[in-house]
DNA sequence: AAAAAAAGAATGAACATTCATTTTTATTTA
DNA sequence: TAAATAAAAATGAATGTTCATTCTTTTTTT
């Protein structure tokens, strides 16, 4: 394949880019040759690496995304108690919002605009599978509130986007109190 | 002044058009000609009432957030327990979400993307203040955790927001049993 | 009849993408 | 091994389109 001849250095250059620069000024406001600019590289070249703009930026949503759970699932074992397995993967995703903030902030927006289109956003949802099987277990087990998955993402998950977009606009401090505070708050929410 | 003379219902329409084509598309792939069509207006028309696009984005912003804080607290009352007073406005809030979805789902872009360059989208929560001063009194009464309002906001109020961006995408449906769901989750959360 | 509001067409800039060359890398031949 | 050639990768400069904004004219209101 062609593909695995070029650099990949190129490649990755042009993804960091990408995040960097939509994470500025958004998608429709990056030129094509900003991104070139900042990876060092002639803007006809991002197109012997992507078909076009929104494949450039579709391919980088899904590498953030599956960086993303990696990292979450990557201490994660699932024997263990609910508690535990819960308190695991949610620190790690604390973790993941404050050390890989761009990534973060990226995957944010990528979820909440129309950015990314919808097989791209599709495939991106089946990645945290494990935690809705650890509370399938907890629901079973009566630890876990007997409710709607989306709620219990919205509660306890979710905050964490939405403390990092607050951190971002400098708005507020997540220090590790804080963490504290919205874990516990996090496992309040869910639990019965 | 000449803006007084000009018609309010043209004015109206045009902030209507652009919360539509924004929210489909994107601020930066929405077209003045495109929002000037949808309102039955001559492109030029709608520089007679902005002067530009952002000045027309950034009022459309400021007018629906106007908006949803006179929603908000339009039933509250501060002479009533903390319980009650919260469950007031959560339940507008939720409310808001449910029935001016077009409104909600374009301060959620507008609050998540770079789309606004006013002041006021960096001023965070503070005009939810009657809420804040709710909390405030919650926190001496010793039935509101101690904790920041941010993370009483990211837990509480904030997976609304998300709730309805999942059912605006069609992944999950917000019904009155998932709503009685989430308050008590929200409640939960922020409670000792 | 004058002033204000609105319109459609024109302008010029920005930008995604492609094209024609050049440069680099790999392969073959002597 | 070194020169010669072929293939791949990269480039800067076009291309053609889209779009925000403005200009000139027409319509409506006062």
New binding site residues.
Partial sequence: M?KL???ID?RNALIKSTIELVNNNGF??????KIAKMA??????????FE???DLVNQTYLEVKSNYTAFVFETYDKDTSVKTGFELIWRRIADFNRTECEYSFFLHQCNNTQIIDEPSRKEGIRHLQPLLDLWKRGKQGGVIKPISDYILYACSINPLSFLMMAQKQDQFQLTEEQVEDAFLTAWDSITL
Same sequence: chains 1, 2.
């Avoid at 429709?28 to 040759?33: G, I, N």
């Avoid at 002639?42 to 012997?48: E, F, G, R, V």
């Fill in positions: 062609a001849q070029k650099s190129k429709h406001a990056t030129p094509m040759s060092n590289v002639s803007p006809a070249t991002i197109y012997l690496y076009n703009k929104q």
